[in-house]
């Protein structure tokens, strides 16, 4: 898949301005990347600095090397780049390690977070570094366990209740809604809950479709829940930290399919805000807003978009309970197009809240109609097939923006 | 005689409670089992399930034969005077609380469903009155007796239920969510079985303080009681949490009151095996069934118990068989239940039989006892004025305890922090 090939691939670092409300990643695709290119249809793209006659400069074409604009300070190797690579699922363990380092009582439970790490070696190493009982094995019991972080939660501790597959915690829904999203208003603001869950979730590689489920869509009702999700090792790591430090429950979404990514991430300690979106490509033509993974099948896009001349602003709304209506705002504001790219299926999913907010906030700012790009109501197939079928792809990306800025 | 040793058991005696046959008077179903499943009791924990005895033992039921003498013979009283006087006062506040409830709620005073505790003051004063300041209390929506022996104030829990913003919850969270941070009440929770896990969790925080952050305490660790029904023993969020409370030895007291009914629906219609204590040795933990409405048989069982959590010994089952003398809740015709097994269970109110005993052991005088009944009539009046005069919650609070970090409303569009929108403490703003 396109997509699984561009996650291989972005082995690039990417430098995040140091302001604080905005950080900008650039992606500085590898030559190789030209072949995920050409899988989607787009041009292919050589580097500036090799522009010398033949191939497309020779046919007059003016090629945009980079879908994102590179940072003109970016050091000129790699060893003496400041920070150090990591793949995201280290980059959650790095952040999950420091804030247990730093606060006794942050402790880790869920099925196999223990001896073996974690499903997706998350959790790998802590059980040895900090005991079996700071870093809990438990039984196959999603509520029960959910509860017992709630409970433990409400008397000093602050768990980290991993769910193996995000699908899982529907068998902790009661849990979830009832005690968690609600206990600290009907007790009046007496107890609360400083809990953080989190667990993979979104669609795989032909996991079939009980492991490939979107649960961002069905906890946003709750009230009194935060929801955010990860997608770089970078605020994968920051949204970790800040997660575990807030006073609320909060549900960090992490993507199967983005543990192995890599970039490079700043040694000082850094928390990043629960409540911020990201901005991920600044543009002038259309506001992009994504999570997750979609947002490389965004990104992706954007290279085809930027060569057939469109300027796409691609906005991380990393929080999805709840949104960060200022940063989505001013992008709507400047652009006056929005597309909406998600994961989510089409009904009752974060997109369909999200297209809600802004027609409630910025209907005036709007020249076209909000378009929504989401998966299919369908089960996930196994098929690779029907399954690439019902994610969006970066060619229905492309098809969309064409029309919005027709 | 320690409650766990070996005690007379009465042969087996399996009359349903409802059955076509009925016999007026028939004593209700009677957890006894064979007598040769326990020779030999003891309280190391269970290495091989082959030989794992049965920890379960049957206290004295009391029998409807009024004539029998109390167990402990009237010279050697179970208690002290101090400490009877204690459970006295406690079950009749329990009682004249519910009382009064349930006379409020015909005014119109309070609304919702509400479940009213008459006739088990037994169990929540006999294991709560035992409790320290730290321990937790976990129950269920019939929840307003444990708070009140865990020692909220009767004002507050019935301001609670009056919804008034002087309530123990600000009255956000009413009958079946009673709250207290400062008496370690975790709740009140209206579905049941949601409590034990919440429990549970309360327990491990107790041995992460002590093993982890080594904040040990001299008496040992602190315990946390989980309270709930007969209905909830059979559903799945009490055996997975038997199973991880026994696996990891947490200071938990699984405490079922079991009153036969959940709602309409008879205990023995609902369950294979009726027999809960039983499933506590199937997790390796002890099971025991006590008479829930003999306030002492409860207490001693509960302090054989929380010692045994203190020292790290891990949880215990506890059946108590009790009854509820009122409907499921306010709303409830009680339409199911026969006179003769209310007549049955009324005839054992344990709050008479204790001042029964009180005044056959000499511990205190019938005079005495009036007068606390008349405190404690002063207690529940003075509460009611409380709750009536206390105000009702403003608009300002209605979206003030949604997060415990207000942040948590996110970012407005004028970059600020929702929370920071006067509108929003105004309770005015759309969430």
């Known amino acids: 898949m396109a997509s699984l090939q561009m996650a291989a691939l972005l082995s690039a670092p990417s430098t995040p301005v ?15 990347s030209s072949s995920a290119a050409r899988n989607g249809g787009a041009l292919v793209v050589r580097s500036e600095a090799k522009v010398s006659g033949g191939g497309a400069s020779a046919r007059g074409l003016s090629l945009i090397t980079h879908a994102v604009a590179e940072k003109a300070a970016a050091a000129s190797s790699a060893d003496s780049k400041p920070g150090h690579e990591l793949l995201l699922f280290e980059a959650l363990r790095e952040g999950l390690d420091e804030e247990m380092e730093r606060d ?47 409970g433990s939660a409400m008397t000093g501790l602050r768990p980290v209740v991993e769910g193996m597959n995000m699908g899982f915690l529907l068998l902790a829904y009661n849990q979830i809604s009832n005690n968690c999203g609600m206990l600290h208003y009907t007790s009046g603001g007496q107890f609360k809950i400083p809990i953080v869950i989190r667990g993979p979730g979104g669609v795989g590689r032909q996991l079939g479709a009980e492991h490939s489920q979107r649960l961002e869509s069905y906890f946003q009702s709750i009230p009194g829940l935060q929801m955010v999700a ?11 930290k800040a997660a575990i430090r807030s006073e609320n429950p909060v549900v960090l979404f992490e993507h199967v399919l983005l543990y192995n990514l890599k970039e490079r991430i700043p040694d000082e300690e850094y928390v990043l805000s629960l409540e ?19 947002r490389y099948h965004v990104m ?9 001349g469109y300027d796409p602003e691609v906005i991380d709304i990393r929080s999805l309970k709840p949104f960060d209506l200022y940063t989505i705002g001013n992008s709507i504001k400047k652009t006056h197009r929005v597309l909406i790219v998600e994961e989510c299926m089409r009904t009752g999913g974060i997109g369909a809240s999200l297209r809600s907010a802004i027609i409630d906030n910025f209907w005036d700012y709007l020249d076209a109609p909000i378009l929504c790009l989401s998966s299919q109501d369908v089960p996930t197939p196994y098929a690779g097939t029907l399954e690439n079928w019902t994610v969006v792809q970066p060619e229905q990306i492309v098809a969309a923006v064409e029309q919005l800025c027709k | 005689m320690a409650a766990f040793s070996a005690v007379k058991i009465p042969p087996p005696q399996f009359t349903t409670v409802r059955s076509s046959s009925q016999r007026p008077g028939s004593s209700p179903a009677h957890f006894a089992h064979s007598p040769s499943a326990f020779n030999s009791i003891s309280f190391g924990s269970a290495k091989s399930v082959r030989s794992r005895p049965l920890f379960a033992v049957s206290s004295d039921v009391v029998s409807s034969d009024k004539t029998k003498p109390a167990s402990s013979s009237a010279s050697n ?18 009682r004249a609380f519910e009382d009064m409830c349930a006379q409020m709620y015909y005014r119109g005073k309070m609304f919702g469903f509400v479940h009213l505790y008459n006739g088990q003051e037994a169990v929540s004063t006999g294991f709560i009155k035992l409790l320290n300041q730290s321990d937790k209390v976990v129950s269920t929506y019939r929840d307003h007796v444990h708070a009140l022996s865990k020692g909220v104030p009767s004002r507050e829990v019935m301001a609670e239920l009056f919804g008034k913003a002087t309530g123990c919850c600000r009255g956000q969270g009413g009958s079946m969510h009673m709250f207290s941070a400062a ?8 579905f049941i079985g949601e409590g034990i896990p919440v429990a549970t969790g309360a327990a491990f925080s107790a041995k992460y303080h002590h093993e982890v952050l080594k904040q040990s305490k001299p008496e040992g660790l602190d315990v946390t009681l989980a309270f709930f029904g007969d209905g909830t023993c059979n559903n799945g969020q009490f055996f997975e949490c038997l199973n991880m409370a026994q696996l990891w030895k947490l200071p938990i007291i699984f405490v079922v009151e079991n009153n036969l009914w959940a709602i309409g629906m008879s205990h023995l219609r609902a369950t294979s095996d009726p027999e809960i204590w039983k499933k506590g040795p199937a997790f390796g933990m002890p099971g025991v069934h006590v008479d829930g409405m003999d306030v002492l048989k409860v207490r001693e069982v509960a302090q054989e118990a929380i010692a045994r959590a203190r020292r790290g010994e891990g949880p215990t089952l506890v059946e108590c068989e009790t009854y509820r003398f009122r409907g499921h809740s306010l709303a409830d015709p009680d339409e199911l239940r026969k006179p003769d097994e209310k007549a049955h269970y009324a005839a054992r109110d344990p709050i008479i039989a204790l001042k029964k005993y009180i005044i056959e052991h000499g511990l205190a005088s019938e005079s005495e006892l009036k007068s606390i009944d008349k ?3 002063d207690v529940v009046e003075d509460a009611v004025e409380f709750a009536d005069s206390s105000p009702l919650p403003p608009r300002t609070q209605l979206l003030e305890n949604v997060f415990a970090d207000p942040k948590g409303f996110g970012i407005g569009p004028d970059g600020k922090y929702r929370c920071e929108d006067p509108l929003f403490t105004q309770g005015t703003a759309q969430v």
């Open chain 1, 18 to 32: 140091p302001s604080d409300r905005v950080r900008v990643g650039s992606l500085r695709l590898s030559a190789s």
């Open chain 1, 104 to 150: 006794p009582t942050v402790c880790v439970m869920g099925e196999d977070v223990g001896h073996y790490g974690g499903s997706y070696k998350v959790t790998k190493g802590l059980a040895t570094k900090y005991g079996d009982l700071r870093v809990l094995d438990t039984p196959i019991a999603e509520n029960s366990f959910t509860g017992m972080g709630i």
């Open chain 1, 230 to 240: 990860c997608s770089t090792p970078y605020n994968a790591k920051g949204l970790m």
């Open chain 1, 276 to 294: 911020e979106a990201e901005m991920v490509r600044p543009g002038e033509h259309v506001t992009i807003l994504t999570y997750s993974r979609m």
């Open chain 1, 300 to 308: 992706q896009a954007a290279k085809t978009l930027v060569n057939k």
């Open chain 2, 77 to 94: 009283p179970a208690v002290t005077r101090e400490v009877a006087l204690e459970l006295y006062e406690d079950m009749v506040l329990g």
């Open chain 2, 183 to 190: 008496h370690n009440v975790l709740g009140g929770f209206a």
């Open chain 2, 375 to 377: 405190k404690i009539d």
